[in-house]
C-alpha cells in the first residue's frame, strides 16, 4: 500500500481530540428537577486523584474514524511495476545550431559555444540522433543524423568536436531565420526507430537585434518541433560602429578632391563620446591627423573626411576610442565611370527641339556610375565599324535599308538591343532586313482624340521597375499618332504594351541572342508626350541596362554580396581577381559574379590592362548587439521548448505521473469515506445510547 499525499497522514495526529475528550471529565451540567431537598443530607463531589477513560468502544470507533479521513485524504493505492521504458524517457532527434557571424567574434563568445556544444553531445542517450549546423549568411551542415547514427556512441562527441574545432566566426551576417527553418525541416524529417522522437532544435548565438527574423512571420512551423535557446553573452562593454555612406548611383560624378561621408554610430548604453577617424591600411603614409568626432550615447554622427590620396585610389578608415573593435574599420572604393556609346540612325538635325534625337541626346545625363555619349549616324551613310562595335545600344527613326540591316545582325548576334521605331508605315517593312523571312505590315493611324498605353507587361525585366503601383501610371500619357501593327505573318514576338484600341504598342522580338525592340509610335512631340513625361527616361536607362548590362552599382558590397563582373572580364582571358588577404584567383571563362567575398576588404580585378575595385564591408546590421528577448520569438511563431530536467529528476516525475494514474484508476479513497462514514453513523448510535444510558443511571442515584 503506498500513498499519493502522504503529507495527509500527519492528519492521523488529530486522534489525541477522542482521547482527551474522554480522559477530561467535567460535572454535567444536566439539571434535574426535584420537589423537596429537605430530607436530603448534603454531601460534597467524591474527587480522585487520576482520571479514568471510560467508553473504549466508543473512543476506539472515533479515533479510528479520524485515521480514515486522513488514510483517504493521503489518496492509497496499492504500488505496481513501474514500466522501464517511462524512467529512460523517448529517443531525441536534436539539431545543434551554432552561430558563426561577425558578432561572434568578440570576447570568447565562440568559445562558450563551443563549451555548450560539446556539453549538449555528452548528454545525448545512445538511442539520441544529433545533428551539428553552423550558419551565418548560409547554413553548413557539419556533422549530420546518419553520420552520427554510424559512428560508434564512444567516437560520437569526439567527432563532433573535431569537426568544430577548426572553425572560427566569420564576417557575414546573422541570417537566424533561414537557419531556423532549415534546422527545423531537418529535425522534422522522418527517423527510424520504433517509437516517435522528441523533436528539438537547439540555438548557441548571442541573438543580436541584429540578426534577421524577417522570414519567421507568417511561416508555418512542423509539427513537434520545439526550439531551445541558449543566449550567449560577453561583460557588457560599449560599442561604436562606422559605416560608409556612398553616393546615390543617380548623382553626378564627384570631383577629384571630393570628401568622404561616414556615420559614427553609438550605442545607448556606451560610456565614451569621444572618437577619432584616422586612415589605415596602406592609406595611413603621410595621412593627416585623426579627425575627432563627438557621439552621445544612442546618436549618430554623419562627418565628411576630405581623402589625402587621389579620387581613383581606395584606402580604409578606422575608428578609435571604441571597446568592441570587429566593427571599427569601413573599406572605401571610390567609384569608376563606365563609359557607353548609344548610337542613333535618323536623319534629324542637330538641335531642332522637336525632333527625337533632340530629346535622346538630353536622356542620359552623366552618373556617378557612367557617362553616355549619343553618336548620330546617318542611316543612308556609312557606318563605321569600330563606333557601331563600342556602342551599347542602337536607336533607329527611319526605315531599315540592307546596309543597315546587314550591319546590325552581327550586332545583335552578340546580344545587343536595337530599338526601332518606324516614321511611317512604308518603313515597317524594314523588318525583313533584321529577322530574315520575317514579313510586317502597318499603317497610319490617328485617333479621334488620342491613344492611352495599357496591358502593360510587368514581368518583362524592362517594366519591372514600374510595376510598383506608385510608378506604374501610363495613363496620362497620350499618343497623338501610331502605326497599327499586323503581326500575324510576322515572327514571334512579345507584347510589352498595347493601345486602349487594343493595338500593339510595344514589341519585343528576339534575334538571336539580342533582342528588338519595335515602338508602334514616337517619342517626339508631334508623336506623343511620351518624352516630356517622368517615364521616358526610365525607360530609355531601362533599355540601355538590357543591352549592356545594369551599372556595376553601389560603390560598396556586404560579406558574401556576389560581385557583378564588367563585360570586359568575360570578352577578355587572363582576367585576376586580388582578395584581401593578398591571394589571387583567376576567373573562369565566362564568370558574370564572383562569389567567394568571404571577408571585408577591397577586391581588385585586372582585366585589358584595366582595374575594378570593390569596397565589401561589414553588414551595418551586425553592430546591433543587443540581445533579443527570447519572448520575441515565441510571438513569430517559433514554439519553444521548456528547460530540460537532470535524469534523475525527470525520473522521479516520470514516476509520480504513474503512481497519479494508478491511484486514478484504482480510487481506494472512496472506500475508505465509505468505511468512516459507516463508523461515524456506528459511533453515533452508541453515543446516543450510552448518553441515555448515563442519564437513567444519575436520575436512580438522585432518588435514593
Known sequence: MSFLAPWFLLGALAVAGPLLFHLIRRTTRQRVPFSSLLLLRPAPPRLTRRNRLEDLLLLALRALVVILLAAGFARPYWQQAFPPAAADGPARRTVLLLDTSASMRRGDLWAQALARAEARLRRAAPADQVAVLTFDRDVVVRLGFEEWSATPVAERVARARARLAPLQPGWATTHLDTALIRAAELAAEPAEGPTEPAREVVVLSDLQTGSRTTALQGHEWPRGVTVSFEPLRTPAAANASLHWVPEPDEAAPPAADAALRLRVVNAPDSTREQFQLRWAGAAATNAPPPLEVYVPPGRSQTVTLTPHLPAPAAGAVRLEGDEEPFDNLVHVAPPQVRPLTVVYFGADAAGDPRSPRFFLERAFPPTLRRTVEVVALDPAGPIPPATLDAAALAVVHGPLSSTLGAALRPWLARGRTVWWTPPAAAAATGLAELVRGAHLSAEDHQPANYALLVELDYRHPWLAPFADPRFGDFSKIRFWRYRRLDLAGGPE??????????????????????????????????????????????????????????????????????????????????????????????????????????????????????????????????????????????????????????????????????????????????????????????????????????ATSTFSEVTA
Open 493 to 694: 514576338v512579345r507584347v510589352l504594351a498595347r493601345f486602349d484600341s487594343g493595338d500593339p504598342a510595344w514589341v519585343e522580338v528576339p534575334v538571336g541572342r539580342g533582342r528588338l525592340h519595335l515602338w508602334a509610335a514616337g517619342w517626339a512631340p508631334a508623336d506623343s508626350q511620351l518624352a516630356l513625361s517622368t517615364k521616358f527616361v526610365p525607360l530609355l536607362h531601362g533599355l540601355l541596362d538590357l543591352s549592356a548590362g545594369p551599372p556595376i552599382g553601389s560603390g560598396q558590397w556586404t560579406v558574401g554580396d556576389p560581385l557583378p563582373l564588367p563585360e570586359a572580364a568575360n570578352a577578355t582571358a587572363g582576367a585576376v581577381m586580388r582578395r584581401p588577404d593578398g591571394g589571387t584567383e583567376p576567373l573562369a571563362a565566362g564568370a558574370t559574379h564572383y562569389a567567394a567575398t568571404s571577408r571585408p576588404g577591397l577586391y581588385e580585378l585586372s582585366t585589358g590592362g584595366q582595374v575594378h575595385r570593390w569596397a565589401v564591408n561589414l553588414d551595418t546590421a551586425e553592430s546591433r548587439l543587443t540581445p533579443l528577448p527570447v519572448e520575441d520569438f515565441e510571438r513569430l511563431g517559433v514554439p519553444l521548448s521548456r528547460p530540460a530536467l537532470p535524469h534523475a529528476q525527470a525520473v522521479a516525475r516520470q514516476q509520480r505521473l504513474w503512481a497519479a494514474e494508478i491511484e486514478g484508476r484504482q480510487k481506494f479513497w472512496r472506500w475508505v469515506l465509505v468505511a468512516a462514514l459507516a463508523l461515524l453513523g456506528t459511533e453515533t448510535l452508541l453515543a446516543g445510547r450510552a448518553a441515555r444510558r448515563r
